[in-house]
């Protein structure tokens, strides 16, 4: 407990930009320089303590640990899947916990992480809505699950061999970023400078909150915008989001034109299919014709299912009647390929796992 306290105490160099660490420097009497030397330790190198920052004098790093602490969230627990997926369950210096999955590709190496600690919108389908909401993180945290997949790129990684590079980061783990804005632009900004990845290899996933797609509009970062839209219609939308009744289909396809208008940018319509609820011809003809004509993308992620929703996944048939529908209709479709299915995959379900497990219940 002590230490928990302790560490409650000292502020994180973890979410510090390169200015606040230069400014800490001053504070403590080094050249600023340091502070570049620090953002180099925590951003590049991906250390976890301020031992490992060999090149600072010894002094100031006994210092320096005298008032921060490098700040990453411990590791909870891991799920590794055949596939190379690896979930982990990571824990802020409060005890909170949220989920961050390390996804390698052939090309790239993405990364998805979570905003919140749980989610307010509570979607009827989605098992981090179920496991309830706690608090925003701060930038320090989202960072940090960056920081800490990276870490876990590297073990495994024989010695002398470069370990493979996160490239991409998507924001669509547990939370609503927009509803965190600041700190997701915040996070935004230090994984461009800090971290070295490029804005147009981030995606910010939206449950369709207006406000705050409106502001992306204002701030233009030059980040791929996804939205969560799931159904084409607002009484379909409704029974799956009935917590954000108050911006309609009509609304959020207002703002996204708007966004697409204002910076050029192609939108990302996110589409769960539920079988039986919102993956029929029909529906899939009405979201063709929602989409006419606007510079987007869909992307069809078929349902993993979570227990106690009521929700199943659909066949592959269903899946493939969809997609044809909408491609005939001239849009560019994907359909999100299924990883780590031998672990808890599905968003949320290794943290209500655990709680689960936790509360007997
Ligand atoms: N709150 C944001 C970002 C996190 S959710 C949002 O809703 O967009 C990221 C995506 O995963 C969303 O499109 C969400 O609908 C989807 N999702 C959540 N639970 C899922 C599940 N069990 N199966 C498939 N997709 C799911
Ligand atoms: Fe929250 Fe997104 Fe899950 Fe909905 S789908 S409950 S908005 S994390």
Redesign the pocket.
Known sequence: MQIVAETGRKRALAGMTLAELRALARELREAEYRGGQIADWVYRRCVNSIEEMTNLPSAFRERLAEECTVGLPEVAATQRSKDGTIKLLLRMADGNTVESVYLPYEDRISCCISSQVG?P?R?A????GLSGYARNLTPGEVVGQVLRMQQTARTGTPAGEESPRISHVV???????LFNYDTTMKSLGLLNREVGLAMRRMTV???GFVPGIRRLTVDQPQITL?I?L?APNDVLRKRLIPTMHQWGVAEIMDACREYVAATNRRVTF?Y?LLDGVNDGTAEAEELAALLQGLLCHVNL?P????GGTGFRAPSAQRVKDFYGVLSQAGLRVTQRVQRGADVDA???QLRRAEQTAATGG
């Open positions: 989610c919108v979607c389908f989605c098992a981090t924001f669509m783990g547990m939370g609503e970023p996933s939206t449950v996804a969560s799931h996110e769960c992620i349902y993993n299912a979570v599905a968003c949320g």
